[in-house]
């Protein structure tokens, strides 16, 4: 881990896993079946397990296998976030929240390109692994406590089906032309199938 990385994990303490949990079960709460925000939270489950399947490999060709996986997942919901949520919460008189989101996005692309050359076995990769992984912890905590809870919120109610509609193009154009070019990447199905279930249900196990 860099200095620049201690000195930011320093100055921004996480949430506590609580707190991360009462989040999730409030934006579950204002989810509905298939719509955007039960897609995004499906893939924020996703996103945290394959930081665990990362984290766990026992071999450099296993941990870089669920690297790939995992960069595939962050870049597609990132990508899809970017182009279509980021936008509507803009429009909903969120625009700071807007930016910050952008900011914190870009600033996690950059240190997933920088953990791809550190040595995969090495302990400065499992270092930048979990700054980046308690960055992205941070930035799901604040789109599911406040920020998509405003969109979902201030939104018109007729353009909710053109988010889903939208998220979901965006994050199956990235993901489902990659895992074509990659054979061996882990399975992705369709974003539709790994929505939330219920409202107010968790997915974890």
Do not use: C
Not at 101 to 108: F, L, N, P
Not at 157 to 166: F, G, N, P, Y
């Amino acid at each position: 881990m860099s200095v620049i990385d201690k000195v930011v994990a320093a100055v921004t303490p996480p949430e506590t896993e609580q707190e991360r949990q009462q989040a999730r079960s409030k934006a579950q709460a204002a989810a509905a079946p298939g719509d955007w925000l039960s897609l995004v939270i499906s893939h924020h489950v996703q996103i945290e397990a394959a930081f665990a399947a990362v984290k766990a490999s026992r071999s450099a060709q296993e941990r870089l296998r669920a690297q790939k996986a995992l960069a595939i997942l962050l870049t597609g919901h990132s990508n899809a976030e970017e182009s279509v949520l980021y936008p509507a919460l803009s429009r909903s008189g969120e625009k700071s929240n807007a930016a910050m989101a952008y900011t914190e996005q870009a600033a996690a692309k950059t240190q997933m390109a920088a953990l791809e050359l550190l040595p995969p076995m090495s302990q400065d990769y499992l270092d930048k692994l979990e700054h980046i992984r308690g960055a992205v912890a941070h930035h799901v905590y604040e789109e599911e406590s406040t920020w998509f809870l405003e969109l979902k919120e201030k939104a018109p109610a007729s353009d909710q089906a053109k988010l889903t509609e939208r998220y979901q193009e965006e994050f199956e154009r990235y993901v489902a032309g990659d895992a074509r070019e990659e054979d061996d990447a882990v399975p992705l199905a369709p974003a539709a199938s790994r929505s939330v279930g219920a409202p107010g249900r968790s997915t974890h196990s």
